[in-house]
């Protein structure tokens, strides 16, 4: 059974920081891309970043410049580094990764879920 599970999630004041974890659990051959994502009230889920198995990493331009997304391959476990949070950036993050289980084909799993919220 493959788990992903987000922490770091809490309420902060507009300009703080957070740092948010995922760690993928299991029966695990690979871990392939992985990924952020978040969904704010109302919203759509939306991209935030993702990274390659070898640390390639794209960004949303609406977090360039002030996020920053990195794995730990040895640990199993994808972060991202938030900094100068706005209000905008309120929302549910979720992790994703496209694992090779030890048993069945490639697929993409997701977290449950680590809410942000970011005071004005």
């Known amino acids: 059974q493959v788990q992903l599970v987000e922490s770091g999630g809490d309420l902060v004041q507009a300009g703080g920081s957070l740092r948010l974890s995922c760690v993928v659990s299991g029966n695990i051959i690979r871990i392939g891309d992985m990924g952020w994502y978040r969904q704010a009230p109302g919203k759509q889920r939306e991209l935030v970043a993702t990274?390659?198995?070898?640390?390639?990493?794209k960004y949303a331009d609406s977090v360039k410049g002030r996020f920053t997304i990195s794995r730990d391959n040895a640990k199993n476990t994808l972060y991202l580094q938030m900094s100068s949070l706005k209000p905008e950036d309120t929302a549910v993050y979720f992790c994703n990764a496209r694992i090779n289980p030890l048993w069945g084909s490639s697929n993409v799993y997701w977290g449950q879920g680590t809410q942000v919220a970011v005071s004005s």
């Open positions: 990274i390659t198995n070898g640390g390639s990493s």
